[in-house]
């Protein structure tokens, strides 16, 4: 049969079968609009300007070989391995030519330096940097060294070396002073290329003996240039988000493996030498993610905290150790009637934020170049710690910190957990207590987040205050690493977050957790950005949190479906608010279902809304579409613009889709 004949049969044979079955009626209809009804003169509940805020843990090197700039692992040579990280270059060893010496009865804080003997005129270090140094072609480069010599005559090359060994960069420091007393010096040069794997060497030239300690290289571009300070473009993601609070140090290393591996905030705070270096207790955590080279350098420390939430606009929000080492760890406690000086640090740091400059630790905050005060208002006591003996350390605490600062509020926590005996007990307890805020951390699973979304539609509404302090899904286990922060993750984390906006006169504060990691020395998994030497990106859980804080609006209105809230009604999610500042109505709807929705808006009340507005809309059919240094804004908002008809707007909800509605009014 010729094709033209062919094709001729065929389309008679589908004429015939369609005339045949015209009495049938169709079996896929037209998609019935769901009504969901919004009512923007109905408030709910106000939504505290810091509602949406961001956790900071020094995990996954967050902080050493991540947002603190510092290039040089181990500068002042106080790791377990004093050399570690270092390398030695020579064409043959001599007796004495390096040496570790501690002084550890002259200055406790910072013991170790190296003492080099450069008899023979050809000696160098090397190092190896945080999993590499990332170099930027035509980048300063910042070197700075404390040294001591009794007499001049050693001269410090300074190079940056590629992967393979290529110099892209080089420059001198010929110390300018002899004497007993040690001296700091700097020098600065241009990189040639770029590489997120370089080293660094310092090559001796000249024959003599010099001490060396607080060996230290910056890049040229920290945030807002500061000396020492943090990268930049870690900053301006979390600026970008708006955060209304940073909380901080932690986490779990301020409780720390025992009491002496704990956060201790007064040591973190002064002139970096003086710092005392700790080991981080992410160190040895997990078998299969050991990391021997992790300490905690505390070049960023409590002033560099505050000093960041004030640059970020964002309230400062530090967590501090309530006598209680990690209880998954030792379990250690200080006893009670050896707790004072634990409270004593909690009313300093009070102090030390907010006291004028003629009190002790008000002058020391002066002294370090911030005369104003902080303005510190609240403040975290423990961290997932539990049970009687917590309640009890607790107490006493709270007795004097509201004996002194009685409207200065306090955080507490809950446990481990969302639900169970220890936080029926703590839940309980705290609620009698008249607890300030109740910290409830949750990492569980995506079906966990659905079925969570009306968690506090029942909460009492008068009482003590929800601060969720760390959340974050927890995808299959068998996905690691970058690829847990999936689409699904990012879409029931914001599944949920619509039922703790509604419920913001209950939660009101609430942030995501952990925040950073670095691709090639993480721990845990998944986290908000990820970076590494010389990248950094958001994942789809950073565009969802940042949706929020840039939305968060000031009164809660309600929205119902069939009058009822939407907390998971043929995979919906959603909440609304206005924004009295901007005049906005912010409507947050999710679509948990792999089929487009159609959603007609009905718009109740007498605000005067305008005809038209913006939609911001994440959507990805794939749940298991990641963002990544590849592709950093795969699954991220696509803005576009909607229009009403009279006081209805009519859409349609893609497919596994989170999206942010605004509608200016009058």
């Not at 059919?621 to 963002?627: D, P, R």
């Amino acid at each position: 049969m010729k094709l033209n004949a062919l094709k001729k049969s065929v389309l008679n044979a589908c004429f015939t079968f369609s005339l045949s079955f015209t009495a049938i009626p169709m079996l896929v209809q037209a998609q019935i609009p769901k009504v969901v009804k919004i009512k923007p003169d109905y408030t709910l509940a106000k939504v505290q300007p810091n509602m949406w805020g961001v956790f900071f843990e020094d995990i996954n090197f967050g902080a050493d070989g991540g947002i603190y700039a510092e290039l040089i692992k181990n500068r002042s040579f106080e790791f377990a391995k004093p050399l570690m990280g270092w390398s030695i270059q020579r064409k043959k060893a001599i007796e004495g030519e390096i040496l570790v010496v501690n002084r550890k009865e002259v200055n406790t804080a910072n013991p170790r330096y190296l003492q080099i003997n450069n008899e023979n005129g050809t000696f160098g270090i090397t190092n190896e940097g945080f999993k590499g140094i990332g170099v930027k072609k035509g980048l300063r480069y910042d070197f700075s060294v404390m040294y001591r010599q009794k007499s001049s005559g050693v001269t410090l090359h300074l190079q940056l070396l590629s992967a393979n060994n290529k110099v892209i960069g080089e420059g001198n420091l010929v110390p300018e002073q002899s004497g007993s007393d040690w001296k700091k010096q700097s020098a600065s040069f241009i990189a040639t290329e770029t590489d997120p794997k370089a080293k660094f060497a310092i090559v001796f030239e000249g024959k003599g003996q010099i001490d060396l300690d607080m060996v230290s290289l910056f890049p040229g571009d920290t945030w807002k240039g500061r000396k020492q300070g943090l990268r930049a473009d870690m900053v301006q993601l979390l600026a970008d988000m708006k955060p209304g609070f940073i909380r901080f140090p932690g986490g779990c290393i301020v409780e720390g493996t025992d009491l002496a591996n704990r956060y201790q905030w007064k040591k973190t705070i002064g002139p970096i030498e003086n710092r005392q270096q700790l080991i981080n207790r992410w160190n040895t955590e997990f078998a299969h993610r050991p990391a021997p080279d992790y300490y905690q350098s505390f070049g960023l420390g409590f002033f560099e905290y505050f000093q960041l939430a004030e640059d970020i606009g964002s309230d400062a929000l530090p967590i501090l150790n309530c006598g209680m080492a990690c209880q998954f760890n030792t379990g250690e406690v200080v006893a009670l009637d050896e707790l004072d000086p634990y409270v004593q640090d909690a009313l300093d740091l009070i102090e030390f934020a907010n006291g004028e400059v003629n009190t002790k630790w008000g002058k020391m905050r002066a002294d370090l170049g911030h005369p104003k005060p902080f303005n510190l208002k609240m403040m975290g006591i423990g961290n997932e710690n539990w049970g009687p003996q917590y309640l009890e350390r607790l107490a006493i605490f709270t007795r004097a910190i509201k004996a002194k600062y009685p409207d200065f509020k306090l955080i507490n926590s809950s446990g481990t957990d969302p639900e169970g005996d220890r936080f029926n007990l703590l839940n309980t307890s705290l609620r009698e207590n008249k607890a300030d805020f109740i910290d409830e951390h949750y990492y569980r699973p995506a079906d966990w987040f659905l079925k969570n979304a009306g968690r506090y539609d029942n909460y009492p509404r008068n009482e003590s205050k929800v601060f969720v302090g760390e959340y974050a899904v927890h995808a299959d286990k068998n996905v690691i690493g970058s690829n847990r922060n999936n689409w699904q993750s990012a879409l029931a984390s914001a599944a949920l977050m619509t039922g703790l906006e509604r419920n913001a006169d209950v939660v009101q504060m609430a942030s995501y957790a952990p925040l950073f990691a670095h691709i090639d020395a993480w721990q845990w998994a998944p986290d908000m950005i990820w970076v590494d030497n010389l990248n950094v990106y958001g994942t789809p859980d950073y565009y969802v949190q940042k949706l929020f804080a840039t939305n968060k609006g000031t009164d809660v209105v309600s929205i119902t479906l069939d009058d009822k809230n939407i907390i998971g009604q043929d995979g919906l999610y959603a909440s609304s608010v206005l924004d009295k500042n901007k005049k906005e109505l912010i409507i947050k709807i999710a679509n948990n279902t792999g089929q487009s929705q159609l959603i007609d808006f009905e718009l109740d009340g007498k605000t005067k809304l305008k005809n038209s507005g913006t939609l911001e809309e994440l959507a990805d059919s794939n749940l298991n579409q990641v963002n990544s240094f590849d592709n950093p804004q795969a699954l991220s908002p696509k803005v576009s613009t909607i229009n009403l008809k009279g006081r209805k707007l009519n859409t349609s909800l893609k497919p596994y889709s989170f999206s942010v509605i605004k509608i200016p009014f009058n």
